[in-house]
């Protein structure tokens, strides 16, 4: 992302247009804040200042609660740099919690992709490991709503074992 879609945001942006990025099934936010940080971190090597704002939904209220909250154990030290756990984490009993400034880029909330209508006018929809999920029509369901969702020229950001069906062209 970093080399390749992130750069792409860049061109025709003024510094008032929000990057936009929807995460749906977001599961607990693991993904929504590892976005956030590394977007953040682009903006800072490149020298921008330019509002994020990231929409992570999932369709279960309690993996949502959990997302919000950012609390995670301490077997994340196993992935995370201690270099960014430093710098984006404050440590708390038994793990760690992703700091406010990184929560306030990430609006999480109850959402069906399948059902309710989509964020729009976004510069990325990462859906990563949630199409394996779905039966191949309800994939060529949704494919159509992530490309209503996105700007021209946006990017759908797919798992290794996501795959947009019929719909790839």
Do not use: Q
């Given at each position: 992302l970093k080399e390749?879609?992130?750069?792409?945001?860049?061109?025709?942006?003024?510094?008032?247009?929000a990057i936009r990025i929807w995460g749906p099934g977001c599961s607990t936010g693991e993904e929504a804040y590892s976005l956030a940080i590394s977007l953040l971190e682009f903006l800072e090597d490149v020298g921008a200042k330019i509002p994020i704002q990231i929409f992570a939904?999932?369709?279960?209220?309690?993996?949502?609660?959990k997302a919000r909250i950012g609390v995670y154990s301490e077997g994340i030290e196993r992935s995370v740099s201690s270099e960014?756990?430093?710098?984006?984490?404050?440590?708390?009993?038994?793990g760690y919690k992703i700091n406010k400034s990184i929560r306030d880029l990430c609006l999480f909330s109850k959402h069906d992709v399948t059902s309710d209508p989509p964020f729009s006018k976004l510069d990325l929809v990462s859906c990563r490991n949630v199409l394996i999920?779905?039966?191949a029509i309800l994939q060529k369901h949704v494919i159509p709503?992530?490309?209503?969702?996105l700007n021209p020229g946006g990017f759908l950001f797919l798992g290794k074992s996501d795959s947009p069906g019929g719909s790839a062209k």
């Open positions: 390749s879609v992130f750069p792409k945001f860049m061109k025709n942006r003024t510094a008032d247009s939904t999932d369709i279960s209220e309690s993996a949502i609660k960014r756990l430093s710098r984006f984490f404050d440590r708390v009993s038994g999920y779905f039966a709503i992530f490309h209503y969702a």
